[in-house]
Nanobody
Framework: EVHLVESGGGLVQPGGSLRLSCAAT????????MSWLRQAPGKGLEWVSA????????SYADSVKGRFTISRDNAKNTLYLQMNSLKPEDTAVYSC???????????????WGQGTQVTVSS
């Protein structure tokens, strides 16, 4: 059974940093691309970033480009999102998602985690 469990969220001041983690079990992690998605209060789901199965290719939404870095450790079956220079508009529940194949560009998912809350506020 596939499980995706996020951690690392919390309350941070504007300009601060957080590192999110997503622990994956129940599938061959190194064979699939992964993404981070977020949902702010009262808004729809927003794609944030994606990484291909090997970790060699990444992509970012314009809203986070240059501030966020996605990475993965296939030996540890873990996905990461390093978030720097955080802004109040980054406040959201962040979830990781398993893509249908190995390509970062395949923005179709079959499993999601429960999410971790990130709040950026002074």
């Amino acid at each position: 059974e596939v499980h995706l469990v996020e951690s690392g969220g919390g309350l941070v001041q504007p300009g601060g940093s957080l590192r999110l983690s997503c622990a994956a079990t129940g599938f061959t992690f190194s064979s699939y691309a992964m993404s981070w998605l977020r949902q702010a209060p009262g808004k729809g789901l927003e794609w944030v970033s994606a990484i291909n199965s090997s970790g060699g290719n990444t992509s970012y939404a314009d809203s986070v480009k240059g501030r966020f870095t996605i990475s993965r450790d296939n030996a540890k079956n873990t996905l990461y999102l390093q978030m720097n220079s955080l802004k109040p508009e980054d406040t959201a529940v962040y979830s990781c998602a398993k893509s249908l194949d190995s390509s970062w560009s395949t923005k179709e998912y079959d499993y999601w985690g429960q999410g971790t809350q990130v709040t950026v506020s002074s």
